[in-house]
């Protein structure tokens, strides 16, 4: 898609600018908190050309219209490293050495609990996605934290659990009830498997939960030989790229092939489920964005499918994401609350950030009183495009979630 045509004139004009004003000295200054290395790498592999691509037409047409001022939007990279440690230590960074305006953060708990936390201590105001809501919102003691600078968008888990549940149900031929449990001791898995477990029991189905066990834990022949011993059919859990990785590896040595694997995380990026190959396809998942999605951009005017058209037809050889779409959305609440406050004071900002109330690529976002707004989901399964031969991931569950749109039938794990 040509650049020059997906940004129109009337793209243009939802923005409030004038080509031909120029911006005076108002410059807004956006910390990108995200994972560019280690192991959480995939979810930064749209930066910076979803920065260039959201900024860029904006900047060229002399800045976003904020009260009376145009103000040009400056953004830079931090990268976590995929780590708690490395995400406070880049909003560290951001906002005491280079004095941001903003702060966003994408990508696990990892990556944005410890910036929130910064910005609650800072007041800075701070843009989150890409992380389960209750991953964020509770805090060590199970209760859930106030917020007073940062907002959440994403999937809630108990839209999750019935998700999962409702794709279990429904798997073709059914199942003897047995389900294994891949949840490791980290924010994701801890929180996972305290919500999963007692909706499991709740069904009756029988469960072989091995424990939270380490990422990156080399060696998971013991767990899947505990799964072999109980006969699961049903493999549920979260884990990280490297770790699925190492486990369907070793699986696959042992001679382990449930009915089925849901596993979230790892799951959903491209460029590790190539890695996995044949390991990977038809593993069912969360759908946690693509172009089956509702809604369209406020500052672009594009669909989903719009926003995957430009990445892949300018990255030549690579797919889509779903960060890609969580930038842009995270970019669209951020430009709305500018020019609804008026002005680049952070408390003015920090208010407008929390009455948004905007459609974006992964659907409509409004915040609630505990600071974040709940996004659909669907489920996914990797399939062998037969053109092509690539992987692409079909959404086959929407029953949570209708206006996601099914694009493929479910199928068996390899059956």
Request: aromatic share 10%; proline share 7%; charged share 20%.
């Amino acid at each position: 898609m040509n650049r020059t045509i997906f940004y129109s004139a009337v793209a243009l004009s939802l923005l409030g600018i004038d080509a031909a004003s120029a911006a005076d000295d108002c410059v807004v200054k956006v910390g990108r908190v995200v994972p560019i290395t280690g192991p959480l790498l995939d979810m930064g592999r749209e930066t910076p050309w979803l920065d260039e691509n959201k900024v860029k037409p904006i900047n060229d047409a002399g800045g976003l219209q904020v009260g009376d001022r145009k103000c040009k939007i400056e953004y830079k990279i931090y990268d976590t490293k995929g780590t708690s440690s490395g995400s406070g230590a880049a909003a560290t960074q951001a906002i005491l050495d280079d004095k941001v305006d903003v702060i966003m953060a994408q990508g696990t708990p990892d990556t944005t609990n410890a910036p929130s936390d910064l910005c609650e201590r800072y007041k800075v105001p701070c843009i989150l996605s890409d992380t389960p809501i209750e991953a964020w919102l509770y805090g060590p003691d199970g209760k859930p934290k106030t917020f007073e600078s940062s907002f959440m968008f994403f999937f809630s888990v108990p839209d999750l659990v019935k998700n999962h549940i409702g794709m279990i149900k429904a798997l073709p031929g059914g199942f003897n009830g047995t389900i294994g449990y891949l949840y490791p001791n980290d924010p994701d898995g801890v929180v996972f498997a305290s919500l999963f477990d007692p909706a499991f029991n709740t069904e009756g189905w029988k469960v072989v939960d091995p424990g939270r066990f380490g990422q990156g834990l080399p060696d998971f022949s013991a767990i899947i030989n505990q799964f072999k011993r109980a006969h699961v059919e049903v493999v549920t859990g979260v884990l990280a790229p490297p770790d699925l990785q190492s486990y369907l590896q070793q699986a696959a040595q042992l001679g382990f092939k449930p009915k089925m694997y849901i596993i979230d995380k790892g799951t959903g990026y491209p460029e590790p489920m190539k890695v996995l190959g044949d390991f990977g396809i038809d593993i069912l998942s969360v759908n946690f964005w693509s172009p089956a999605f509702p809604g369209k951009s406020k500052f672009g005017g594009y669909d989903g499918q719009g926003l995957v058209d430009a990445y892949e037809s300018q990255n030549t050889g690579k797919s889509y994401s779903p960060p890609l779409a969580w930038s842009d959305a995270s970019y669209d609440v951020l430009f709305d609350a500018l020019q609804r406050a008026g002005s680049t004071d952070k408390e003015a900002l920090i208010k407008a950030i929390g009455e948004t109330d905007i459609d974006s690529v992964v659907g409509h976002i409004k915040f609630n009183d505990q600071h974040y707004s709940v996004s659909p989901l669907g489920g996914a399964q990797w399939r062998r495009d037969e053109k092509s031969g690539e992987l692409v991931k079909e959404n086959v569950f929407n029953s949570v979630y209708p206006e996601v749109k099914v694009t493929a039938p479910m199928r068996l794990y390899q059956q």
